[in-house]
C-alpha cells in the first residue's frame, strides 16, 4: 500500500527522526531503527528509517524486541500510520499491541485569545534560568505522572498529596539536559499553579527548527473539568507561534481527549501509532 509521505507528513516524518538524536546513539535493523539513549534520561522508541528502500518487516520488529530486551530498554515503537500504512498488521502479527492515536495539527487562525481559557491562575512558561527550574521540572513531571496514571478527562481523587509523593528530584545531568534544551528553545514547559495547592496542570512542547510537538499535557485527577489541560495546550502553542514555529502538532491518547484539543484549534489529519507488548492472557 502506498503511503502519503507529503507536506505535513514528511516534515512530520523528519521531526521525529530528529528529536532524540542529540541525546542518542542508532542501530538500524532493516527498515527500523532504534534509538538508544547515551546517559539517564527516558528511554527513546524504534521507528521506520528515513532512508529505508523496503518497508519494515515483522522479523525487523522482532529484531528490534530483541536488542530492547538485552538493553533493559521498553520494547516501544512509533511511527505515523500514513506514512507507513503496512506497519500497523506488521506490528501485530509481531505480537505488539497498538494504540491508533489522533495526530492533530493546529491552525493558528482558531487558536482562541487568551482570555478564552482564563483560570484563577495564569500558565506559567518555565524560566531555565529561574532560581526555582528545578523545582518547576520536577513538579511538571510529577503532575504528569499522576495525571497519565489515571488516564482519560474524569474528575478523581489523586490530588497535590499524590503529586507530592511523586516528587523525584532530577539527576544533574537530567537537569542539565532540560536547562540546555529550555534555552535553546527545543523544549519548552508550562504549569498551572491554584493557590494553596501548588502544580496542578503541565505540559511541554519539544522543537526542531520550525516544527513542534505538544506533549505531556496532564492535570491533577481532583482539578479536571475546568479547562486547566487546553490552557496549558493554548499557551505552548501561543509560544511557539511567537517563536517563529509554523508546524504545531500533537498526539491525543482518545477520541475523548481529542475533543479537547479540538476546543484549542487542532485538527486531525490522520493517526499516530504507538506500539508496545500485547498483554498476556
Do not use: K
Not at 176 to 190: K, M, Q, V, Y
Not at 254 to 262: F, K, M, N, P, T
Not at 271 to 279: L, M
Amino acid at each position: 500500500m502506498a503511503s502519503v509521505r507529503d507536506e505535513p507528513f514528511d516534515r512530520l516524518e523528519r521531526f521525529y527522526d530528529a528529536v532524540p538524536r542529540d541525546g542518542a546513539h542508532t542501530e538500524d535493523f532493516g527498515g527500523l531503527v532504534l534509538f538508544v539513549r547515551d546517559g539517564a534520561g527516558w528511554p527513546f522508541y524504534a521507528r521506520p528509517r528515513l532512508d529505508a528502500t523496503d518497508p519494515p518487516s515483522a522479523a525487523d520488529v522482532t529484531a528490534v524486541r530483541q536488542r530492547q530486551r538485552d538493553l533493559g530498554l521498553p520494547e516501544a515503537f512509533e511511527w505515523v500510520h500514513e506514512n507507513h500504512p503496512d506497519l500497523l498488521a506488521v506490528a501485530r502479527s509481531a505480537g505488539l499491541a497498538v494504540l491508533e492515536a489522533p495526530l492533530m495539527v493546529l491552525d493558528p487562525a482558531a487558536l482562541p485569545p487568551p482570555g478564552d481559557f482564563a483560570t484563577t491562575t495564569p500558565v506559567r512558561i518555565l524560566d531555565p534560568q529561574a532560581p526555582t527550574f528545578a523545582a518547576d521540572v520536577a513538579a511538571r513531571r510529577a503532575v504528569a505522572a499522576v495525571g497519565f496514571a489515571a488516564p482519560g478527562t474524569e474528575v478523581g481523587t489523586a490530588g497535590p498529596a499524590a503529586r507530592d509523593t511523586a516528587l523525584v528530584e532530577l539527576p544533574v545531568d537530567s537537569l542539565d539536559e532540560e536547562r540546555t534544551r529550555t534555552a535553546a528553545g527545543r523544549r519548552i514547559s508550562a504549569v498551572v499553579e491554584l493557590p494553596g495547592q501548588g502544580a496542578v496542570a503541565s505540559g511541554m512542547a519539544l522543537r526542531v527548527a520550525e516544527v513542534a510537538e505538544i506533549a505531556g499535557i496532564a492535570t491533577l485527577p481532583t482539578a479536571r473539568r475546568r479547562g486547566l489541560g487546553a490552557a496549558v495546550t493554548a499557551a505552548l502553542a501561543r509560544r511557539l507561534l511567537d517563536d517563529g514555529t509554523n508546524l504545531i502538532f500533537l498526539s491525543a491518547g482518545s477520541e475523548e481527549i481529542a475533543r479537547v484539543y479540538l476546543r484549542v484549534g487542532f485538527r486531525r489529519i490522520g493517526t499516530a501509532c504507538i506500539a508496545e507488548p500485547a498483554p498476556v492472557g
